[in-house]
Structures are given as C-alpha cells and as structure tokens.
Nanobody, 121 residues
Framework: QVQLVESGGGLVQPGGSLRLSCAAS????????MGWYRQVSGKQRELVAT???????SCADSVKGRFTISRDNDKNTVYLQMDSVKPEDTAAYYC???????????????WGQGTQVTVSS
C-alpha cells in the first residue's frame, strides 16, 4: 500500500508565507506526476499545481507568481511554497501522486488526507 502524508498547514496572515510538504511512503517502485489540489467546504476540489517526474510544472492562474511547486525525488516528497497568500487561498489542501508499486504494475493515483490552510488576520 502507499500513503501520502501532508504537513505544514496552519494559520497565516494575508501577505505571509507557508510551505506545505507531502511525503509518499510504502510499496513504491516509481512516482510519476505529483500535485496539489484544494477544496473549500461545499465546493469542488480544484487544481493548484502539478509537477512531472522530470520537474515540469504547471499551476492555476489564481496562484501563478505566488505559489511554487517542487519535488525531491530522493525523498518521494512534493512541496508547495505559498507566498503572498490571500484570504481566498483558505482551503483544505490535498496532495496526490501517480505511483507504480512494482515494475509490472499499473499506475495508480493516491491522495493524502489533507491539511488545512487558513489565511486570516
């Protein structure tokens, strides 16, 4: 089995910074694309940013220039650096990853349990 564990959420003031981490562990042969999504209660989960196994990134227009996604393949970890945060960034943030458990298995998508980010003064 594979687990994704997020950390780094919390309360931050508008204009401040926060860094989220998500570490994958378990039976892992390879990790493909990884990403961050966020969800406000009562609304659909939305894409924040993704990063491929080779390091190519993309992000939502709403966070472009403020958030940066990165990964450490040796640690099976993906990060989300959040700068110049705004109240509208308040949400539960979830990481996901496409994981291959063995050389012969198919790729499966896994999700973390989520970490709350609240932007408020």
């Amino acid at each position: 089995q594979v687990q994704l564990v997020e950390s780094g959420g919390g309360l931050v003031q508008p204009g401040g910074s926060l860094r989220l981490s998500c570490a994958a562990s378990g039976s892992i042969f390879g990790i493909g694309s990884m990403g961050w999504y966020r969800q406000v209660s009562g609304k659909q989960r939305e894409l924040v940013a993704t990063i491929s196994s080779s390091g190519s990134t993309s992000c939502a227009d709403s966070v472009k220039g403020r958030f940066t996604i990165s990964r450490d393949n040796d640690k099976n970890t993906v990060y989300l650096q959040m700068d110049s945060v705004k109240p509208e960034d308040t949400a539960a943030y979830y990481c996901n990853a496409y994981v291959q458990m063995t050389r012969w298995s198919t790729w499966s998508r896994y999700w973390g349990q989520g970490t709350q980010v609240t932007v408020s003064s």
